[in-house]
C-alpha cells in the first residue's frame, strides 16, 4: 500500500492533467459537409472504404 501522501501527489497530477486537456482550445469540424455521400445508383462494395484528412497547422 501507498504511503497517503503519495497517493495524494499522484491524484493532484492526474487533476492538472485533466485541467490542460480541458484548456487545450478545441475545433470542431463539420465534416458531413466535406465527407462526399456515396452514389445510390453506384454500388462498389468490392473496394474498401477510405478517405483521407488532412490538417495543416502552421
Known amino acids: ?12 497530477r492526474e487533476e492538472e492533467e ?3 486537456v480541458d484548456e487545450q482550445p478545441r ?17 462498389d462494395d468490392d473496394q474498401p472504404k477510405r478517405g483521407i484528412v488532412i490538417l495543416d497547422l502552421g
Open 1 to 12: 500500500m501507498l504511503p497517503p501522501f503519495i497517493i495524494d501527489q499522484i491524484r493532484r
Open 27 to 43: 475545433l470542431e469540424l463539420p465534416l458531413d459537409a466535406y465527407i462526399p455521400r456515396p452514389d445510390p445508383r453506384r454500388e
Open 18 to 20: 485533466r485541467r490542460k
